[in-house]
């Protein structure tokens, strides 16, 4: 019986370590996912956000995977190009305007805000983002990917740019069925909450 209490002891440790770890970083993100929660979530079911994405759902309802990786090609070389019809399309539409206000409504606690159709598009943003498809990311397959309600908030890490530590919380975007149609990345500078 006493080689079987050590052996208990020492597993109940090795689990405790990463328990402890993942608690620790809890804690550190439950203050964005309650800024989200309280201040974001509520403008949700806006017209502005629903209209856009599923208008934006209905054009691209018949992308391939090669279109989408085109349009995403297209998107990165206007980032770096002198050429940047599409991402003014997307940066002057009534979405982008409408998340430019919120964002500067945030009193700086919000960095960067986008919105993506149900393909992982980019619907309207308030700043450029550096892709134009964010589906294969995280913060598309485990908010949108995950289904209705779901929130998923990414590590905070130092954002380069600004020099704020930030991290970015995603939320799946539901119509008035509660289907998701996709879904809002925000960028939330954790000094400001």
């Not at 597993?11 to 800024?35: E, H, N, R, W």
Request: net charge negative; proline share 3%; aromatic share 6%.
């Amino acid at each position: 019986m006493k080689k079987i209490v050590p052996a208990f002891l020492l597993a109940c440790t090795a689990f405790a370590m990463p328990m402890g770890v993942s608690m620790a970083q809890d804690a550190k993100l439950a203050p964005i996912s309650d800024y989200v929660t309280s201040d974001v979530k509520p403008w949700l079911n806006d017209p502005a956000i629903i209209e856009a994405v599923k208008a934006q759902n209905a054009a691209n309802a018949n992308l391939s995977a090669a279109d989408v990786d085109a349009l995403d090609k297209k998107w990165r070389a206007e980032v770096d190009g002198s050429d940047h019809s599409m991402i003014d399309g997307v940066l002057n539409n009534g979405l982008s305007k409408f998340l430019q206000g919120k964002k500067e409504a945030s009193g700086g606690k919000i960095t960067e805000i986008f919105i993506m159709d149900a393909k992982g598009l980019d619907v309207g943003q308030s700043d450029i983002t550096s892709d134009y498809w964010q589906g294969d990311e995280a913060k598309f397959q485990k908010s949108f990917g995950a289904g209705k309600d779901a929130v998923f908030v990414d590590e905070i890490e130092k954002d380069e740019s600004t020099q704020t530590l930030q991290s970015q919380a995603s939320v799946t975007i539901s119509d008035d069925t509660g289907t998701p149609i996709g879904a809002i990345t925000v960028g939330v500078n954790v000094d400001a909450l």
